[in-house]
């Protein structure tokens, strides 16, 4: 511990530091300066970037001996701030180049230091630069952050006025479809937006520090769990097991169809009796600070009996397999799709037929930001946890018998979030932080880091799929067999539903009369399902997808002419047998159809001998909403002020719930002229506003968006005088006329029966993806040169945020296509080893194009659009790849290695080893060895 | 503990508050918004200024339940940046209109406020505010502050572009003698310069909260100490006592004469076996949180034998009075004056003879910030404490040996200071950390609340003074007699020199051939003594300046004049029998002349018959350096970018200390073109500069000034080449030149001898005071209404940094006049029960004339300031109001009922209870009653 001087943000500070300490921790621990972000912790993110003497640094990874005495140091708020922007931030905002602005800070740090060592960058000096310095995001897709920078350093050059990057309201004064910023975006880009860990430095004096105990091991018996020497340790304010947690100490997965096998109570919250995967915990250690809480987590032991690990679907389903669950199968779900006539007759005499096997991998989210939350016991002594939740009701449910609170006594509360994608559909630590403060009395912080982020929070569920389409002479689809397995993890919850999503939209897009297929859920010991965005869809159109390419290529047929003959059309119907609510498909295609000849021709062109460029195209489609009826509330409140609070509970990845709570109450208020910032937002507080429902399957902007229109349509007809005019508050009060309406909204859709037949969604999301690739055929490796989409969202609420959203889908699904994994426990557990796309991996070229034909069901014609972008732009990748040199990849990531060896010897099938290759696991997905 | 939205400073912040949690440390504790200071903590001083929901609100006691959710917060941080000064911000710093900074965020949110309802307020409107909003400022005076505030007004009503505020450097570059803003100004005003306890919030996690246990009692006999209920309170790491100080647990006073009774070795680091004056601490709890030390410091039990407590030296002195100190007798050092021939022959045949009785109150320092620090063990094992220390070295030597370190095991660090004002002469809490964390091990802080500091702290010390003068028919001075007895508390420490003090400035001024006189320092159990600024001579010319107006009003005769006859001129003595430097008071008078008939006219035409108009003049004269020869080191080194560092140990209480370093070493280095930024400082570290000698006499910027001065000469001259260019730092290292040189300086200073005769100083500072106030005569209350001062501090260093300490003392010398005390252990301990100035107490008409010497000794001519102000301007103002309705006050502060009671009964003498008036004491002066 020693005195050290730094000159931070141009202001002198003399600390007493740990030479060992790390600067950002110094930054946000002792100067409190949060507005460095702690992303990944190991210098691989860049959302804690500053400048330090001129050159940027991750701080994470800079410890305090290597920071010289009188250091100038540079943070994001030293760059601008709420109310002297710089035009760095303005130009983030007018771009709407930040979703959940966890990077943001890190990103407009980066974006300085390189304007001032290089004033006139070009877009490549600026990707070079991001990646060079490892600033990741993985909202954005990278384009609008680029699009930004150019913008502020023209600004900065005196080549523009500043006041172009100001957003400039309309005449009509409409907030609905106009690019106006999100509200959140001046917290954002100058560091003030406090997520978990920042609010967690915020928390009264006396909060305890979170430390998990987690055997790492896969599946074993827990024989004993010893506390005593860690309860010893200094600061040390109590060890927390399940024999503190006062209820069923299980999470329960609440959904579970009457024909699964299991109960959906088989997730611990501290677990008892087994360990089910890698990751899981068996006891909490809190204290003062996280260094002793951590310190003490190291001297609990666990004693263990390690039983064999079953790390894939095939290994579980194996006959001589143990029962993870003793008493539940491991295939513990199983679903048929039954549409029209017996499939196995028109197959045998179909004039085209056509099989393929695909794997699709654990995706694994990666947030920037690490799960995080806190506890404490309110004033109306209730259980509040603060967390990430995008489900705070529902998670409300899942957890409260677990901790054994009747539910008016548990709230929940989602914090500011560093994007989720999906995973905190599952709750994580919610429950783990209410126990704690239960068993303690205190509130209580637990914040994982990044290894902990990634091997202990859910996963897309990879699916083992078979399929099989039969077409007659001309193309035209007769019929459809599928088989897909999946591999849930040893947790339950939602799995049987992820099932239904292969009934739903394999070979979603085409008119198919006939189809039989079935689909199983299998308990294994990876990590557990949990959502991920556009839900069970990638796998899904992996198959359909790269299938149609397959039988286009055996037709000899052009794919997307293919796809054209049999999209939907008036009288076509889903695999679930409903009506498409609108057709926009031929359209879309013939707008994709020039731009795809274009880009046929360039690959025909450009091709060389080692480097092989190809176009691929692939459709997808995703519903809006939860399966089946799906309800959604909302209030709005005229305030004395003549303001209007609209409350809600649509939590916010980082996608836009602000935006869009904004958007659909301005438009439903126009009548009462408000400005936008008259329109207060009360947002994602069990104990303060109404179930929206989860933030999943983009729903929201459908369901909720209609809420906030009953409402506020509401509150409008209570207002409104005989003559039109509408009443003040005052005049409100005064007649005892109610300030306050609560609207919601049900969608007329229904559940699916025992053939998985059923309109479960009232409206869909329709999208074209064009891929054109280079793959360098003596390395293996695939540059994804352009993306290319038609989006149909129906009418767009916000386009700053439509497109984001579209851009960040693309991204993603180059990762997916290319990259990403979390299948090997040791490799796949940084940014860098799971094959996190950053800038580079991410083309700069993508267009974007929409139809916007208005939803019949969408309040003021919209659809959704999250899900919708990431549904199958991988396989229209995968299908360039085979476009360009003939190597159709079935199990993905397509790794460089699996590109080679498809162009060595090409194959239908391919076995486990093939698609978990690199993997962690013996043979057989077996894991018996210990580490 | 609930939820709540506040909107701070622009951005929406979710917070977890205790409903009674106070405003103020939700902001400093959880928001880690620093720049809101608290100082008095009760509402009194508005430090803690912020404004809610538009309204201005002293945070420090707004409990969060008082704070509607999703109210809007303006703090310091919000109104602007380093970056993006706002108006204000720049006023004040180009206006000076800041001192030690720690009440400056508070009044600029103060005023932001008011000009955010009043855009065009008149000065007397924005004192009105300042006064309703409790705005306190110990160091300026105020009238910079309304200057500040009225030119950023004019900025943002547009009359004045905001370029006006900002410093233009003049053409030629200099710095010294110039209005350059102090190199700390931009921190100050933006509320980024650390205090104590903002950095406090700073340290490193496990840092220990300390509270101290302090029996409410004056005198008494420790019986016991028991620890063991508070040992086991929550968060309790170690309650310390004495037994666990390894040294001699005794601060040692360090300059004791030889003539002293005592050792110096009176004081203890926690008192062990007696108590001595009321504040005294015997344990410090060490505790996770201040909330949990602070209930614990309640269950340490304390067996107390309270004995009869001996409250000002007439009591102490009692015949039957008990040794205070066993051993050691209650008046323990005593001196004599003896210069020209024996007084009595020349008092017994002199024209005129006036004798005098006076008493000064125990003035309190009232810094806004109260006393705060910490301590740790560094990488080197050295105990490190961090304070307001403004005698870093002195400090260090006195503490180690009571700790058991050797001094080179414990370093001191002067904190960014929220003023002393010359308490911190003294150690206070320096030696009290340092125990606890060498009994923890730990990083431990310690904050006194402002109870504390005004209880337990050092205080100015009562004298109790009888004069006589003698001068012939013309008013000639021939002889002077005096005997004055210093109250110094309990503690010995430096009460030897303050009592020499009166030696030296009793009758300073005028040429007085003939002086027989007696001092003597009395330990008593009130507040010990400790230095305050002008130490010793407030009391000194309350008695000399006092009888001079008596002696004129005796022979009839003005009493400027009476003062210019026999003012110093070449061949005139100091009571000390040296011969002046220089001679300015001939051409001071003559300057102060006709203002001040000017203000007789203006006092005889305003008077009515119940408000009485006067005026009164004094001079004052101090020393610059401490008694007898006085060293300063200082070191200049060229670093590699080719700015020069400069380190020395120059504390600040808030004076100047930055800016003088800077100016000096700027002059010096002046061949070298430097621009000011370039110029590094490293200050207040023993670790990393040589010792410099305390902050206190006047003393720095005459001889720190020339070690500085000697530094840099000695860095010239090494980079000198023979062509008369200068080597750059590359070519020093390559010819192996030094480039770290190391300068000092001793004045040509002398110890008095057994006469009290001597050259203590080498340099003097010279001033005039002149005041005119107006007395109610119904109500005994005087209004200042102008202070007009003239002085001579040699050549000025810095423009703004010497008015702003003239504005300063002048508006302590009203305090210290009219209504400062710290006398009544119940009421005396609030900033307005003590009698602080606020601004309407401060008249905003002040004139300030300089003559400007150069002293030959002096760094480029300089003398001292900071002392000069406050020497007299209180006896002006009371030779005012002798003037304006005939009431002599003679015991001080002149409360209204003491004019009412001098108008009633004119008396030359009082007793102890006159002295004391409305104090806590029993008569004569002993407590006996328990609370």
Redesign the interface.
């Known amino acids: 511990?020693?005195?050290k001087i730094l000159v931070v943000?141009?202001?002198?500070?003399?600390?007493?530091?740990?030479?060992d300490?790390l600067l950002s921790d110094v930054l946000r621990?002792?100067?409190?300066l949060?507005g460095t972000k702690v992303g990944c912790g190991t210098g691989q993110c860049g959302a804690c970037n500053v400048i330090v003497d001129g050159k940027l640094v991750r701080s994470c990874v800079v410890k305090m001996k290597r920071v010289e005495n009188?250091a100038t140091i540079t943070t994001i708020e030293?760059i601008?701030?709420?109310?002297?922007l710089h035009p760095l931030q303005q130009a983030f905002i007018s771009h709407g180049a930040l979703q959940c602005g966890f990077c943001t800070p890190g990103f407009i740090v980066s974006a300085k230091a390189l304007l001032d060592v290089n004033a006139s960058p070009t877009r490549e000096e600026v990707r070079d630069w991001f990646q060079k310095n490892r600033n990741a995001c993985r909202c954005t897709g990278y384009i609008m952050i680029v699009d930004a920078v150019m913008d502020a350093a023209k600004v900065l050059r005196g080549e523009m006025p500043a006041s172009n990057l100001e957003y400039k309201m309309p005449a009509d004064g409409k907030v609905y479809g106009t690019c106006y910023p999100r509200p959140t975006s001046?917290?954002k880009v100058?560091g003030?937006?406090?997520f978990g860990a920042d609010?967690g430095?915020?928390?009264?004096?006396?909060t305890l520090q979170c430390a998990l105990v987690q055997p790492e091991v896969s599946h074993a018996i827990i024989k004993g769990i010893d506390t005593s020497e860690a309860e010893k340790m200094p600061?040390v304010f109590k060890v927390v097991t399940h024999k503190d947690v006062k209820g069923k100490n299980r999470i329960t997965g609440l959904i579970t169809f009457p024909t699964n096998k299991g109960d959906g109570w088989d997730r611990p919250i501290l677990n008892d009796e087994k360990i089910f995967q890698f990751g899981d915990a068996v006891a909490i250690v809190c204290a003062?600070?996280?260094?002793?809480a951590d310190a003490a987590a190291k001297k609990v032991k666990v004693d263990l009996e390690v039983l064999p690990a079953y790390m894939n679907a095939p290994a579980a389903m194996a006959d001589d397999a143990m029962e993870i669950h003793p008493g539940t199968p491991n295939v513990y779900y199983e679903l048929n799709v039954k549409k029209g006539d017996e499939t196995a007759p028109i197959m045998a005499k179909a004039a085209h037929v056509i099989e393929g096997e695909y794997y699709l991998q654990r995706q694994p989210h990666m947030p920037i930001e690490a799960d995080v939350g806190?506890a404490?016991?309110?004033?109306q002594e209730r259980v509040?946890v603060?967390s990430k939740s995008i489900g705070i009701h529902l998670h409300l449910y899942m957890i409260a018998p677990g901790l054994g609170l009747e539910p008016d006594k548990l709230v929940i509360?989602q914090?500011?979030t560093g994007a989720t994608f999906g995973y905190k559909f599952s709750p994580t630590l919610e429950a783990l932080v209410a126990a704690a403060t239960m068993a303690t009395g205190r509130?209580c912080f637990l914040g994982y880091n990044w290894y902990q982020q990634q091997t202990y929070t859910g996963k897309r569920s990879p699916f083992w799929l078979k399929l099989k389409l039969a077409a007659d002479e001309n193309g035209k689809l007769l019929a459809m067999e599928g088989d897909w397995s999946v591999d849930h993890g040893p947790y339950s919850e939602f799995g049987d539903l992820l099932t239904t999503r292969g009934a739903q939209f394999i070979g979603a897009g085409y008119d198919i009369k006939n189809i039989r297929s079935v689909g199983r859920t299998v308990c294994t010991n990876h990590g557990w399902g949990s959502a991920f965005r556009s839900y069970g869809s990638p796998q899904s159109f992996l198959a359909s997808e790269s299938l149609m390419d397959e039988l286009a290529k055996k037709m000899n047929m052009d794919p997307l002419e293919l796809r054209y003959i049999n999209c939907y059309r008036p009288g076509a119907t889903t695999p679930t047998g409903q009506e498409p609510e609108v057709f926009p498909f031929p359209e879309m295609f013939d707008m994709l159809r020039p731009k795809y000849k274009t880009a046929l021709e360039k690959a025909r062109t450009e091709s060389t001998d080692t480097k092989k460029r190809g176009v691929g195209v692939s459709l997808g489609i995703y519903g809006c909403g939860l399966d089946g009826p799906d309800t959604s509330g909302a209030w709005a409140e005229l305030l004395p002020s003549g303001d209007v609070m609209v409350g809600n509970s649509w939590e916010d990845h980082g996608q836009g719930a602000d935006m869009g709570t904004l958007a659909f109450a301005h438009e439903t208020l126009r009548p009462l002229d408000l400005k936008p910032s008259q329109i207060?937002l009360c947002l994602n507080?069990t104990s303060l506003v109404p179930n929206s429902g989860p933030s999943g399957g983009s729903r929201q902007n459908v369901v909720t968006g209609n809420a906030i229109k009953a409402a506020c349509t509401l509150l409008l007809n209570a207002m409104r005088k005989a003559d039109g005019s509408y009443r003040t508050y005052d005049e409100m009060v005064k007649e005892q006329i109610a300030v306050k309406h609560e609207g919601s909204w049900t969608t007329p859709s229904t559940h699916m029966d025992e053939n998985s037949q059923g309109n479960p969604f009232c409206i869909y999301m329709y999208v074209l993806f064009m891929s054109e690739v280079v793959v360098d055929v003596t390395t293996g490796k695939t540059d994804v040169v352009k993306m290319t989409t038609v989006g149909d969202y129906g009418t767009i609420t916000n386009r700053l945020v439509v497109d984001g959203q579209v851009y960040g889908g693309l991204a993603q699904g180059i990762g997916l296509a290319l990259s990403e994994d979390f299948e090997d426990l040791k490799k796949h557990t940084t940014l860098i080893g799971s094959g996190f796309p950053f800038i580079k991996d991410v083309t700069d070229d993508m267009e974007i194009l929409y139809v916007e034909t208005p939803r019949p069901e969408g309040p003021f014609g919209a659809a959704g659009v999250g899900e919708g972008p990431l549904t199958s732009p991988h396989v229209a990748i995968l299908n360039a790849i085979d476009n360009a040199c003939g190597a159709r990849i079935r199990s993905i990531p397509a790794y460089p290695e699996k590109v080679l060896a498809a162009l060595k010897s090409p194959k239908k099938s391919f076995d486990v080893s093939d698609a978990v290759a690199g993997g962690y696991m013996s043979q057989g997905g077996i894991e018996t060895l210990k580490k």
Do not use: C, S
């Open positions: 511990m020693n005195k943000n141009g202001i002198e500070r003399t600390l007493i530091v740990d030479q300490a621990k002792q100067l409190h949060t009188r030293g601008g701030t709420a109310l002297n001046v917290a100058t003030t937006w406090d609010m430095l915020q928390l009264p004096e006396g600061g003062d600070t996280q260094e002793h806190f404490y016991i309110d004033a509040v603060h509360v914090n500011p509130p207060k507080d």
